[in-house]
Every structure is written in structure tokens, then in C-alpha cells.
């Protein structure tokens, strides 16, 4: 129980060092601009390097939990283009995801389902029976956060495959839409640096350029990830359906 108490906090450190850098800057479109050009000549004349460095990054990011997986979609499609950027993103998700949620079966899972009680035990049960549509349906739909459904599984003592498989497949639509929205960047950030100038000649100190990715995530493409996700459910209801018949 030390070791786990310690690797827990080992962790929670690395997440609160995490948050305090990016409390002071962050990931965001300004940065991006700034070093757009040498950003650019790097991946020219090291591709792969750049790849497995952008994906290194996400790890990084998911597995601190650490706000800004979404802006580097986003980014991976408007440096990398649509498919290896959306490659890129799922990768680096699903290797982070998996490292935080192991993380959280050896430091906790076990000893916080030993000591919730029958009840929680058998929640547990019904979640490790059906894991795969459940997680599944948690990733597809952008209702949950992203680092709450690492983290849930590993409480109740999911399998790693089921666990890996499902967030592997669950993140693709929103790893092809964020990185497509990147492809289109470029006429983002040209209008940000038009209403940046504008600012800039106003006098006004603080000019920024901004770019929201929430932005992205219209009413349309919400609906369509939460009928994704309620048709990954659908194997579980069919099973429960069943059920009676058989007993």
C-alpha cells in the first residue's frame, strides 16, 4: 500500500507541476503562429522525428490529464494534414489513457473496490461485463471528461485489452474532426491576425490571438457522437433483453 500511496503521489505531483506550467503559457494559437516557421522547416526535415514527437507530447498531456488534448488535434491536422494528424492524436491518446488508467488500477482500483462495499462491488461487476460498449459509449460522447473515463474502468477492475480497444476506436471521430477542423487553420488564423491587427492599431494593450476549440464541436457533430455512442450501447441492451428468455 506505500508503494501504491507513493506512486499515486509521484503522480499527483507531475500533475500539479503540469498544471502550473500551463497556467503560466499553455498550448495555444498564439505560440502556434509565433513559431509556425521553424515548426514548419523541422517536420520538413525531420517528418517522422516530428510525428513521434507530436505523439510523445499528447502522451504527455493525457496522461497528466492536463488541458489542451483538443488544440493538439487540432494542431496534428494543420501541421501534419488530416490522416497523420488524426493518426498521430489517437495514438498519443490511447498510450496516454492506457498509462494513466494502469497507473490508477495498481495504485487504487483494488483497494478502493474492496473497501466500497457489496453494492459497489457488484456496479463493478455489471461495468466489467459489458466494458467494452460502456467505454466505448463514455468516449464517443464529449459529455465525459476524456481523464474521468481513464479512470472510472480502473476503479472497477477492467481488463486492459477491453480498455485499450475501446479507446482506441472510441476516440477516432473526434481525433478526424478536430484534426480536419486543423486543416482549415490557416484561414483561422489569418482572420485572427486581421483582428489582431486591428486591435494592435487601436492603441489597446491587451491583443491576443484566440482560437476556442469548443468552437468546433457544433450542435450537429455533438448529435452524431452521441449516436455513435448509443449504438455502441446497443449490444448491452440487446444481451439484457435476452436475459429472461434464457433464465
Known amino acids: 500500500m506505500n508503494r501504491r500511496l507513493l506512486l499515486l503521489a509521484l503522480l499527483a505531483g507531475l500533475m500539479a507541476v ?3 506550467f500551463y497556467g503560466r503559457g499553455g498550448l495555444s494559437l498564439e505560440d502556434l503562429v509565433r513559431h509556425r516557421e521553424a515548426i514548419d522547416a523541422f517536420i520538413r526535415a525531420h517528418d517522422l522525428l516530428a510525428i513521434l514527437a507530436f505523439v510523445g507530447i499528447y502522451i504527455v498531456t493525457v496522461a497528466l490529464s492536463v488541458p489542451g488534448a483538443t488544440f493538439l488535434t487540432i494542431s496534428g491536422g494543420f501541421l501534419f494534414g488530416l490522416v497523420p494528424g488524426a493518426a498521430a492524436a489517437v495514438t498519443g491518446a490511447t498510450i496516454g489513457a492506457t498509462a494513466i488508467f494502469l497507473v490508477a488500477r495498481t495504485a487504487l482500483g483494488e483497494p478502493l473496490l474492496k473497501r466500497a462495499g457489496p453494492r459497489a462491488a457488484r456496479l463493478a461487476a455489471n461495468f466489467r461485463d459489458e466494458a467494452f460498449s460502456y467505454l466505448l459509449f463514455l468516449r464517443l460522447v464529449p459529455a465525459f471528461p476524456f481523464f474521468l473515463v481513464n479512470l472510472v474502468p480502473a476503479f472497477a477492475g477492467v481488463r486492459l485489452m477491453p480498455f485499450v480497444i475501446a479507446t482506441a476506436l472510441g476516440v477516432i471521430p473526434a481525433s478526424v474532426v478536430f484534426s480536419l477542423a486543423g486543416t482549415g487553420l490557416d484561414s483561422v488564423i489569418a ?7 486591428a486591435c494592435l492599431a487601436t492603441g489597446t494593450g491587451n491583443c491576443h490571438l484566440t482560437f476556442d476549440a469548443k468552437d468546433v464541436l457544433t450542435p450537429q457533430l455533438i ?6 455512442g448509443l449504438l455502441a450501447l446497443v449490444p448491452v441492451a440487446v444481451r439484457r433483453m435476452r436475459r429472461p428468455a434464457h433464465g
Not at 191 to 197: E, I, M, N
Not at 223 to 228: D, E
Open 223 to 228: 448529435g452524431a457522437l452521441v449516436g455513435l
Open 18 to 20: 503540469s498544471f502550473y
Open 191 to 197: 482572420a485572427q491576425k486581421a483582428a489582431y491587427a
